[in-house]
């Protein structure tokens, strides 16, 4: 079965500055892999998704995501955040072999003005 | 349009209760999720639906009762819960059930109080 692994609990990042949350997966085959963003109170939102391809995936919101086979990593940057990117972040792997979306534990994204 | 909708948004109810939440999509999607998400965890997956009929029961405990109407609709009935209980509720759709393929779509949630 595949696991996630999201490696930072929190963070804190300066508006205007650049993000990069982390994800790694475990996974034997090619996984696909999604981020969702919640804001608080609020569901998920898909930023974006891999399953093939082009390895730098862009999303909505100004996000974007590089699939890195060699590291297993899934890692979601965005180069200069707003207020509104407040909010927390799940990392999420899906297996043709699985019927269930594996959720990293979430990294939570605090704003600073 | 990949909206997903959910009432009621806020729900609060006694433990000897009866109340229902509700899902909607309008995607064509045919098959669809409940999930529990408590605060800072991930959310956790309960039921699925796929085609109307439930194909996935995550081992849920029956005080919760899933429905799937029609291909639109999907109620989680509630009865008898516990505090422990309280969560936000999840609803998805995606176009089928075959996880690895399909993205999920997620409405606004239920946040529920069980007193």
């Known amino acids: 079965a595949q696991s996630v692994t999201q490696p930072d609990i929190h963070i804190t990042v300066s508006e205007g500055a650049s993000l990069e949350l982390r994800c790694n997966y475990s996974y034997g085959a090619t996984p696909y892999l999604f981020w969702y963003v919640q804001s608080p109170g609020q569901g998920l939102q898909l930023l974006l998704k891999y399953f093939s391809g082009d390895t730098l995936v862009q999303g909505i919101k100004g996000f974007e995501a590089e699939f890195k086979r060699s590291q297993s990593s899934f890692n979601l940057r965005k180069p200069s955040v707003h207020w509104s990117d407040a909010a927390e972040y799940f990392c999420?792997?899906?297996?043709?072999?699985?019927?269930?979306?594996?959720f990293g534990a979430g990294t939570t994204v605090t704003v600073r003005a | 349009d990949t909206e997903v909708t959910q009432t009621p948004k806020h729900l609060v109810m006694g433990m000897t209760n009866k109340k229902s939440l509700k899902c909607e999509q309008h995607?064509?999607?045919?098959?669809m999720y409940w999930y529990k998400q408590k605060a800072k965890k991930p959310p956790e997956l309960m039921f699925v639906y796929s085609y109307e009929k439930l194909s996935i029961n995550e081992s849920v405990p029956s005080r919760f009762s899933p429905e799937c109407p029609n291909s639109s609709l999907l109620n989680l009935h509630l009865h008898a819960l516990q505090p422990e209980d309280s969560a936000l509720y999840l609803c998805?759709?995606?176009?089928?059930?075959?996880?690895?393929?399909?993205?999920?779509?997620f409405g606004p949630g239920t946040r529920l109080l069980v007193l």
């Open positions: 999420a792997v899906g297996d043709s072999n699985d019927y269930k979306l594996s």
């Open positions: 995607m064509g999607h045919r098959a």
């Open positions: 998805a759709s995606s176009q089928d059930q075959t996880v690895g393929r399909e993205t999920q779509y």
